[in-house]
Nanobody, 125 residues
Framework: QVQLVESGGGLVQAGDSLRLSCAAS????????MGWFRQAPGKEREFVAAIRRIGGSIYYADSVKGRFTISRDNAKKTVYLQIDSLKPEDTAVYYC??????????????????WGQGTQVTVSS
């Protein structure tokens, strides 16, 4: 069982940066691949980034490559999402999630077993 709590969202201006954090409980954090998703009003939840366990392979949605950076600190049981050069279209609730063990495909919500409550990011133009 893993519980996830996101933080770091807020109201920012276009061009600003944010670092989102996702703190996990449980003793097996390092066993899980972790992902970030976002959901804007009226839209489906979309994949943003994922990182395999023990700082392995990293994946990004094409729409965020070059601006978003995912990382993890297994000792702190935390996964991060650094967002640079924020745009109004980045406005959404951002969720972190822990993947089903041994899952291959990390860019779909159905691959994730545990979800945080989300943190709101609002970017003004």
């Amino acid at each position: 069982q893993v519980q996830l709590v996101e933080s770091g969202g807020g109201l920012v201006q276009a061009g600003d940066s944010l670092r989102l954090s996702c703190a996990a409980s449980g003793r097996t954090f390092s066993s899980y691949a972790m992902g970030w998703f976002r959901q804007a009003p009226g839209k489906e939840r979309e994949f943003v980034a994922a990182i395999r366990r023990i700082g392995g392979s990293i994946y990004y949605a094409d729409s965020v490559k070059g601006r978003f950076t995912i990382s993890r600190d297994n000792a702190k049981k935390t996964v991060y999402l650094q967002i640079d050069s924020l745009k109004p279209e980045d406005t959404a609730v951002y969720y972190c999630a822990a993947a089903v063990l041994y899952t291959i495909k990390l860019d779909t919500p159905t691959s994730y077993a545990y979800w945080g409550q989300g943190t709101q990011v609002t970017v003004s133009s």
